[in-house]
């Protein structure tokens, strides 16, 4: 490591909290699929910023975008009206089916949004008294580091020492119908969830499971919201993680890739009843909906689609997966996941993911430990062939070299 890099370590360890412990890495470009360091050396990028930049970095059609609003007008507040927002919400409506939409910035506004819409749908429509709504979560979900959101998580890290919380959650073993059933009362008005569970270590649920949780909200009048912003955007090789389970949520929150990773854009779409019961003053965010996040938003939808990288998250991902699965290596646990949202988890006995993810670093690869023993794979979904292959190829020769 040059002196430039270990310069730029030293001072982020000095002036910043030490809220991440991030791979020492150092980048100042991207491309792609590619990034590269202070010192020009060559990654290939698999984490894609938890899923952000699904499209590739520094996409050149929504730089375009960006470029281009960034020189018009950036932001007016929702006290006026700007000339992006219809377009975005046109836009995002017809791909989705969404009938309402409500822009935010950060991943966790939106799952902050959609309980408050969910709660106050809960009084106002399903009649439950006031003050006692009920919302079901999975154990180990993860939905954001807000303090409503952190509330309701089961991680020790994020919710130890951050205390009190807001009551109103139930949290139930995620993949287990029976469990979500028996923790239904007569104030349950949401039940919010990952399709696939990211942050745990990329955990499907048993086939049926969201068939059986669909069932259970429509005969109860609950409001289902499935938190897409890590599964949404065509991650999983579809455009909602939901389609693998032919279901369909209520309210869907989607972030991250919403944006391409040029700007924090995230939204709440659902259904014209749950977002119907904001009246002007009762919710709102000073920079969401700016014509910057719209037009940014815009393209960044568009080149999703018109690029056919949802199928290619689609068929990459199944090579990828296979790839995965032929790598001969007694550290090797299980390979899962879908479209290109997978995971290698190791046998906990042979432990340290991170180890691995370090030697894969050295081969070229960023990856990122999770939970331990779980090495996730999410590269832009712009990957090709022979880029599957190299990460795949990288990984083997990294767990041989940690056996
Ligand atoms: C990343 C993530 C969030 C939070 O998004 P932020 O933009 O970091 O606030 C919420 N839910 C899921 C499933 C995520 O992966």
Redesign the pocket.
Known sequence: MTRHAEDLIAIETRLGAHNYKPIDVVLERGSGVWVWDVEGRRYLDCLSA???VNQGHCHPKIREAMIAQSERLTLTSRAFRNDQLPLFYEEIAALTGSHTVLPM???????ETAIKAVRKWGYEVKGVPDGTAEIIVARE??????LG?VGFSTDPDARGGFGPFAPGFVAVPFGDADALEAAIGPSTVGVLL?PI???AGTIIPPPGYFQRVRALCTAHAITLVL?????GLGRTGRLFAEEHEGIEADVT?V??ALSGGFY?V?AVLSNKEVLGVLKPGQHGSTFGGNPLACAIARAALKVLVEEGMIENADAMGARMKAGLAGIRSNLVKDVRGRGLMLAVELHPEVGGARRVCEALRERGVLAKDTHEHTIRLAPPLVISEAEVDLAVEALADALRACA
């Open positions: 938890y899923s952000a910035n950060s991943g966790a506004e939106a799952v979900n993860f939905h954001g580091r807000t959101v990952e569970q990211g942050e938190d897409e912003i890590q599964t929150l972030g991250k924090p995230s």
